[in-house]
T-cell receptor
Framework: KAGVTQTPRYLIKTRGQQVTLSCSPI?????VSWYQQTPGQGLQFLFE???????NKGNFPGRFSGRQFSNSRSEMNVSTLELGDSALYLC????????????????FGPGTRLLVL | KNQVEQSPQSLIILEGKNCTLQ??????????LRWYKQDTGRGPVSLTI?????NTKSNGRYTATLDADTKQSSLHITASQLSDSASYIC??????????????FGTGTKLQVIP
């Protein structure tokens, strides 16, 4: 079974631009979560999508948004990029079996490294 | 103050030696605690998951313990190998509505195993 895939792997943008990152979960997984990882802040939770609906949200400004498609693939969008948005953006998927989500393992993709100049 | 504190921040050990990483949390109520291993340039990989009712969980040379009363967890690595060099991240989850979780990540312990 293929793992979680993220595209692109590397991205360079300038301040003020917007960016869209893509995540394809493991086949059959229905939950997709997004995380930001920086050397200073470590891993931080952005949001989780399940059945095309945002179910959980971390403490990030509205410039960070996402969506999930009917095939469980997810995209994350960051508008009006700032220098501080430079980070590794990780996507993780889990089966999200009804009622047992708290026991499930999340499988992470390799991440998209975003550099904002 | 971070709700999940890990110590030490970094650690260097000789190949073949054992080591123990610590995770203290204040997250409450508590759903589960996970340990991840993250190699440089890669996404995290799950090592163990423990619910509040579990005291210990092993995965090969990795053994995690949990004391829900003192809100402490440790990850013990036995007979370390060079490939154990990585960051180890403790993640604590709080139950949310509908079975969803709010996750809080520790800042990680960077382990370097040297020959």
């Amino acid at each position: 079974k293929a793992g979680v895939t993220q595209t692109p792997r590397y991205l360079i943008k300038t301040r003020g631009q917007q960016v869209t990152l893509s995540c394809s979960p493991i086949s059959g997984h229905r939950s997709v979560s997004w995380y930001q990882q920086t050397p200073g802040q470590g891993l931080q939770f952005l949001f989780e999508y399940f059945s095309e609906t945002q179910r959980n949200k971390g403490n990030f400004p509205g410039r960070f948004s996402g969506r999930q498609f009917s095939n469980s693939r997810s995209e994350m969008n960051v508008s009006t990029l700032e220098l501080g948005d430079s980070a590794l953006y990780l996507c993780a998927s889990s089966p999200r079996t009804s009622g047992r989500g708290y026991q499930e393992t999340q499988y992470f993709g390799p991440g998209t490294r975003l550099l904002v100049l | 103050k971070n709700q999940v504190e890990q110590s030490p921040q970094s650690l260097i050990i000789l190949e073949g030696k054992n080591c123990t990483l610590q995770c203290n949390y204040t997250v409450s109520p508590f759903s589960n605690l996970r340990w991840y291993k993250q190699d440089t340039g890669r996404g995290p990989v799950s090592l163990t998951i423990m619910t509040f009712s579990e005291n210990t969980k092993s995965n090969g040379r990795y053994t995690a313990t949990l004391d829900a009363d003192t809100k402490q967890s440790s990850l013990h690595i036995t007979a370390s190998q060079l490939s154990d060099s990585a960051s180890y991240i403790c993640v604590v989850s709080e139950p949310g509505s509908g079975g969803y979780q709010k996750v809080t990540f520790g800042t990680g312990t960077k382990l370097q195993v040297i020959p």
